[in-house]
T-cell receptor, first 111, second 113 residues
Framework: QKEVEQDPGPLSVPEGAIVSLNCTYSNSAFQYFMWYRQYSRKGPELLMYTYSSGNKEDGRFTAQVDKSSKYISLFIRDSQPSDSATYLCAMRGDSNYQLIWGAGTKLIIKP | DAGVTQSPTHLIKTRGQQVTLRCSPISGHKSVSWYQQVLGQGPQFIFQYYEKEERGRGNFPDRFSARQFPNYSSELNVNALLLGDSALYLC????????????FGPGTRLTVT
């Protein structure tokens, strides 16, 4: 079993919809939770990160961490076709700086 | 400001050959990490360097090695290439090893035939 599980999709939604992307994990030592966006044949781009539990909002993006359930989410409001990409979650502990990644979810926003 | 740069963009090698990939971090960033990303999977951590010293190593064979130079740029070397080494090799930079904000370059796509 992988340390970080992420549904590979694809997830297809109409433009303007609210998108929910999720990851589950097994290592309770994880404290930093990141979301990256990766366009085809490009490097990942950091969207936002959260430390420990709670919510964080940045524009149309909201990240949530529920450490009791070992479950993290990324919500995208008012989705746009330009949001079509693969979304990767990544996480690590306080003292172990090695990032552990999910496989990525391919998101398609239909105009 | 320039982001993380990597060279070359694409590379084709045959089995058994050796390859060197290069990375220049964002100005002011002192830590560089290398990742391997196979198609359809998330990146896998290979190495982290800070101030020219190795700070972390992932589960990769000794055929993989790296180094960091005084200007904080880095090289990743892979010897005795196997078909399974075909992947996108990503370099990420951060100000410090523990800095949660890692910024990635565009990657080097390596194809081993």
């Amino acid at each position: 079993q992988k340390e970080v599980e992420q549904d590979p999709g694809p997830l297809s939604v109409p433009e303007g919809a609210i998108v929910s992307l999720n990851c589950t994990y097994s290592n309770s030592a994880f404290q930093y939770f990141m979301w990256y966006r990766q366009y085809s044949r490009k490097g990942p781009e950091l969207l936002m990160y959260t430390y420990s539990s709670g919510n964080k909002e940045d524009g149309r993006f909201t990240a949530q961490v529920d450490k009791s359930s070992k479950y993290i989410s990324l919500f995208i409001r008012d989705s746009q076709p330009s949001d079509s990409a693969t979304y990767l979650c990544a996480m690590r502990g306080d003292s172990n700086y090695q990032l552990i990644w999910g496989a990525g979810t391919k998101l398609i926003i239909k105009p | 400001d320039a982001g993380v740069t990597q060279s070359p963009t694409h590379l084709i090698k045959t089995r058994g050959q050796q390859v060197t990939l290069r990375c220049s971090p964002i100005s002011g960033h002192k830590s560089v990490s290398w990742y391997q990303q196979v198609l359809g999977q998330g990146p896998q951590f290979i190495f982290q360097y800070y101030e020219k010293e190795e700070r972390g190593r992932g589960n990769f064979p000794d055929r993989f090695s790296a180094r960091q130079f005084p200007n904080y740029s880095s090289e990743l070397n892979v010897n005795a290439l196997l078909l399974g080494d075909s992947a996108l090799y990503l370099c990420a930079s951060s100000y410090s090893p523990g800095g949660p904000e890692q910024y990635f370059g565009p990657g080097t796509r390596l194809t081993v035939t």
